[in-house]
T-cell receptor
Framework: GAVVSQHPSRVICKSGTSVKIECRSL??????MFWYRQFPKQSLMLMATSNEGSKATYEQGVEKDKFLINHASLTLSTLTVTSAHPEDSSFYIC????????????FGNGTRLTVT | GNSVTQMEGPVTLSEEAFLTINCTYT??????LFWYVQYPGEGLQLLLK?????DKGSNKGFEATYRKETTSFHLEKGSVQVSDSAVYFCALSELYTGNQFYFGTGTSLTVIP
C-alpha cells in the first residue's frame, strides 16, 4: 500500500514553455502532498506543501508564481513549472503520507526536467 | 531546531563487507526516525523506521537502532551486495514541528564485486 505515482518520469522542454508534473496517491487519500527538488548529488530541498482544496505553502526562496501547485482532489497534486529556464532543470520529487504523527513519507519516482 | 547529520560519502565497499552509515540528529521533542534509499534515477523508498527510543528498525538485512542517549540512528548491514549501491538518507519527523520531515544530505554507497 501507500503507492505514489509521478508522471512524467522525464521531460525535455524549450526555454519559455511550461511543464506540468502530476503526482497521484494510488491507494490512499492524501490531504497533504509535498514537492521536493533535488540537485545533483545533493539532498532534497522542500519546495512547497500542497494542501487539498487550499493554497500551497511555499518554502522561503521558492517563487510561487513560477512553480504553480494545484491540489484539486485527495489523490492528485500537480506542479507546473511556468516559463521554464535552463536553471530550472532538476529532479523533482513528490511525496505524500497516509496520516500525520509517525507515518513515513512515500515518494514518487521523480521527474527529470531538462530545459534546453 | 531540528536537523539531521549524516556521514559524508561516497562510501565504497567490497561485496560482503560490513556497512555502517552514521546518522545523528537534533530535535526539540521526540522524533520518529527513518532511513530512505534512492536508487539511480528514482525517487526515495522507505527502508526502515523507528518511532521511539530503543526501537530497532530492520528491512532487507539493514538495521538501525534509535539511541536517544547518543541522539543517533546509525544504519548497518552485515554483508552488502552490489545491488545495495544507492544513496541513503537519514530523516526525522517530529510532532512539535508539524511533522515536517528533515533530511540528511545523503550518503552514496557503491559496492564493488
Amino acid at each position: 500500500g501507500a503507492v505514489v505515482s509521478q508522471h512524467p518520469s522525464r521531460v525535455i522542454c524549450k526555454s519559455g514553455t511550461s511543464v506540468k508534473i502530476e503526482c497521484r496517491s494510488l491507494d490512499f487519500q492524501a490531504t497533504t502532498m509535498f514537492w521536493y527538488r533535488q540537485f545533483p548529488k545533493q539532498s532534497l530541498m522542500l519546495m512547497a506543501t500542497s494542501n487539498e482544496g487550499s493554497k500551497a505553502t511555499y518554502e522561503q526562496g521558492v517563487e510561487k508564481d513560477k512553480f504553480l501547485i494545484n491540489h484539486a482532489s485527495l489523490t492528485l497534486s500537480t506542479l507546473t513549472v511556468t516559463s521554464a529556464h535552463p536553471e530550472d532543470s532538476s529532479f523533482y520529487i513528490c511525496s505524500a503520507r497516509l496520516s500525520g504523527g509517525n507515518s513515513p513519507l512515500h515518494f514518487g519516482n521523480g521527474t527529470r526536467l531538462t530545459v534546453t | 531546531g531540528n536537523s539531521v547529520t549524516q556521514m559524508e560519502g561516497p562510501v565504497t565497499l567490497s561485496e560482503e563487507a560490513f556497512l555502517t552509515i552514521n546518522c545523528t540528529y537534533t530535535a526539540t521533542g521526540y522524533p520518529s526516525l527513518f532511513w530512505y534509499v534512492q536508487y539511480p534515477g528514482e525517487g526515495l523508498q522507505l527502508l526502515l523506521k523507528a518511532t521511539k527510543a530503543d526501537d530497532k528498525g530492520s528491512n532487507k538485512g539493514f538495521e538501525a537502532t534509535y539511541r536517544k542517549e547518543t541522539t543517533s540512528f546509525h544504519l548497518e548491514k552485515g554483508s552488502v551486495q552490489v545491488s545495495d549501491s544507492a544513496v541513503y538518507f537519514c530523516a526525522l519527523s517530529e510532532l512539535y514541528t508539524g511533522n515536517q520531515f528533515y533530511f540528511g544530505t545523503g550518503t552514496s554507497l557503491t559496492v564493488i564485486p
